[in-house]
């Protein structure tokens, strides 16, 4: 079973930007859809944005839907998460899943987290 690994959290000024990186430990398949959920104090986890790895279709919350764009490291395994904007309700633990569907994941990454300053 594939091992994710995140990177890029830490502390930004609201208005700003981030990229969050995860990287698995082998190659996924081409049906598989790698992506990203978040998890704010007190919060449900919630969908922000996933990639399938076969065509690269793109899906996106709509909490962050114009201010995010996800991207693929076919290289590396990897998948790259960008948000501008930020907002300080972006301030959330955010972790990397790989799964089956565009919000179906098995594989889970250990989080990183996010704090977005006023």
């Known amino acids: 079973q594939a091992s994710l690994v995140e990177s890029g959290g830490g502390l930004v000024q609201a208005g700003g930007s981030l990229r969050l990186s995860c990287t698995a430990s082998?190659?996924?398949?081409?049906?598989?859809?790698m992506g990203w959920f978040r998890q704010a104090p007190g919060k449900e986890r919630e969908f922000v944005s996933s990639?399938?790895?076969?065509?690269?279709?793109?899906y996106y919350a709509d909490s962050v839907k114009g201010r995010a764009s996800i991207s693929k490291d076919t290289t590396n395994y990897a998948i790259i998460l960008q948000i501008d904007n930020l907002k300080p309700d972006d301030t959330a633990i955010y972790y990397c899943?790989?799964?089956?569907?565009?919000?179906?994941?098995?594989?889970w990454g250990q989080g990183t987290q996010v704090t977005v300053s006023s």
């Open positions: 899943g790989l799964g089956s569907g565009p919000q179906e994941f098995r594989t």
């Open positions: 082998g190659r996924p398949y081409s049906s598989h859809v």
């Open positions: 990639i399938r790895w076969g065509g690269g279709r793109t």
